[in-house]
């Protein structure tokens, strides 16, 4: 069974663009480009803001590596705000990520987002080749 159609979250079938399994290839493909496109921002975060926040808590991390206290944690990220806060940032985008895409799986895609889909595919057909995203999701 898709993750698209389980039983509770499916799509109204009043709509015939809906039945159309072409149409449904295509949602799947701009889901599935949606997941690319946010673990890149998350590998890129990573290497930009996680590398910079690392490399500046690199002495509470030597500090911790020593000997393991919560004094050393706080020192660590309460001290050094900016650095503390990108790596939070970094860990919460990447959590939240793994959250929204194991969601997916085992209880399928919630209506608001099958719908919000649908009118992106559309938008794209509309627009034609002329979208930066016809390639990828209509091809």
């Known amino acids: ?3 698209f159609n389980p039983p509770e979250h499916s799509l109204s079938t009043s709509d015939p663009v809906e039945l159309d399994p072409i149409f449904k290839n295509q949602i799947e493909n701009l889901y599935r480009l949606t997941i690319y496109r946010r673990w890149l921002i998350i590998g890129l975060l990573w290497l930009t803001v996680g590398a910079y926040s690392l490399w500046d808590l690199r002495y509470p991390i030597s500090l911790i590596q020593e000997d393991f206290t919560w004094a050393a944690v706080r020192y660590g990220l309460a001290f050094q705000p ?3 806060f990108g790596l939070c940032l970094c860990v919460g985008m990447t959590a939240t990520t793994l ?3 194991s969601r997916n799986p085992i209880w399928g895609i919630p209506q608001k987002e099958q719908q919000r889909l649908a009118q992106q595919v559309c938008h794209i057909r509309q627009q034609g080749s002329s979208h930066p995203l016809w390639k ?3 091809k």
């Open 82 to 84: 900016i650095p503390a």
């Open 1 to 3: 069974m898709s993750r």
């Open 136 to 138: 990828l999701v209509i």
């Open 99 to 101: 959250v929204w895409q």
